[in-house]
């Protein structure tokens, strides 16, 4: 089959599209035949390197993926070949107390498609059945691909860790991305009053559509002077959290009285500073979240059927162009996802 391939750890032109062996599938797994895969920018990370990660060389990347079924191994029953699927991105080993539990997003052998295994960036995935879930409605592939990565983040985070209730505010860093267009839509859903970040006006607009009550252009204006002003001083609840240095004290200073800020990641640097009288004189919560749990994904999923969440994409590449579509995303020019189709 073909792919993209990273040999080792670089810049975009490492990327190479070649020929790689097919995938062989074992008795609980299915085949599938890649339709449309998303980036995120934890494909970025990988191609970069992480410190104290090592990854085994050729490596595929891709997290978010949708497409047919080909074939399945002999104990598979939940899905057959022909069913339209998107990937859950998470694999467990669905027997220990944390998956039995339903947070498989914890279980010690977990690994997320693309990263820690092979990913979706080739014409063929293999997984286990249990992360093939049904397209939800008439949803295309490219928006299946779309969805699962970044809404399910957004849902673990404000949903599961902050437990957002109607009526209250919350701030969302980086509107253009897909965790912040996702988190955006899914505080909406729960009646959540929504302040939005973004660089430049066009994704300030591209954010109030997605339904940001207020929208602040963080490069013109202090993000935490405006959210206590858009609050009468007060602050807001929740703020969601997953760029790291370049925002993390004034998050914390966005914030009211028993606030919670919920991080998911850290793209500006992982070294930020906490001063600790904020923390315990204002009573605020600082929650880590990780990825979610499949029964998350499925939650999240109902509400496309319904239309009242909905697939936010920037552009479609053919996967030969992946070194394009992973500069679009290190240069910050897209609103949303960026799609590869094979």
Known sequence: MRAVVISEHGGTDILKYTDVPDPEIGPGEVLIEVKACALNHLDLWVRRGLPGIEFKFPHILGCDVSGVVQSVGETVKNVKPKDRVLVSPGVSCMQCEQCLSGQDN????YQIVGYARLGGYAEYLK?????????PGNLGYEEAAAIPL????AWH????RAKLRAGETVLVHAAGSGVGS???????LFRARVFATASTEAKLAKARELGADEVINYTEKDFAVEARRLTSKRGVDVVVEHTGVATWEKSILSLSTNGRVVTCGATTGYQAQLDLRHLFARHLNVL???MGAKHELLEAL???RTGQLRAVIDRVLPLQEAAAAHQALEDRNQFGKVVLTP
């Open 106 to 109: 914890l279980c010690r052998a």
């Open 127 to 135: 997984i286990p059945s249990v992360n093939a879930l049904p397209i």
């Open 150 to 153: 970044v809404f399910l983040t």
């Open 157 to 160: 985070m404000l949903i599961s």
């Open 182 to 188: 996702a988190a955006i839509q899914i505080a909406k």
């Open 288 to 290: 880590g979240s990780y």
């Open 302 to 304: 109902k509400f496309f």
